[in-house]
């Protein structure tokens, strides 16, 4: 028998062997998959457990968010609050008398009349920090329609409280020479009253505005610092090299860290909210902008608000 038909009766005996099928591709991704969400999470646990040991990094963090936002938002005051106010009334009017008295707490404290003589020795000894001068024959220019000049003058040691308590100051002035104006002349008030209310902080108190904007600045550098310790604490402990031969790839390792590093800012960050209330006596909420326009059928109990509040 020749080569040829041995080799045909031998395939015709052997068994038929089974066929394999390939795999499919959807269920080598799913594997994979779930293989590198398993390195992510192990590495998770081990960066977790890596920032657990490390106190002076724990400390940091909360430090950043407890003491360091109360003392960044409670050192400096740009409120005008208790203001200390001198005035110099050489016109002796009824409407001198108005303004004089219309500078009422908690803005200012009770005006105090002084002469002219004593402005200099009152502002260099810092007893008061504004002191006003009303011109003689005040009130009779302003009835026969000339514009006569108020002097304020300001210790602008402190610039941004100077500043905010000159604005009441013109306020006070301008609108008391407006309601005199008004009573004088038999003039309407304004039919419609524009009100604006601030629900969340109805004193505008500069504290509760300055912690949440010193919040998002210690996150945005415990975030810098937390990413520069995370690769400092794996030289510290000889695990780079580790890393290097394990069976892991570099978006595993960094996904890993941002997770872990993530988890303990927002941990920080929620304390330091539910905290909030309690240290800055202030409220957490949203922000809430509502008006209501003027309709003839509110023209009785004249009133049209426009609300921008926080609730």
Known sequence: MSVAGQVANAREQAPAQAVSKPKRPGSNRLATLWLHLANIYRLTIKEMRSIRSDPIMLVLVAYSFSFAIYAAATGASTEATNLSIGVVDEDRSDLSRRITDGFTPPTFKPAVEIGATEIDPAMNSQRFMYVIEIPPKFQSDILAGRQPTVQINADATAVAQAANGMTYIQNVIVNYVTEFITEREGLMGTPVKMVTQAKFNPNLKSSWFNSVMQVINNLTMITVILTGAALIREREQGTVEH?????????EIMLSKIV???????????????AAPAFMSSPSGRLVFSSARSHPRWASSDCSQSQCCWS
């Open 260 to 274: 872990a590093n993530g988890a303990v800012i927002l941990a920080a960050r929620l304390c330091c909210f539910s």
């Open 243 to 251: 890393l290097l031969v394990m069976p892991v790839v570099p978006a």
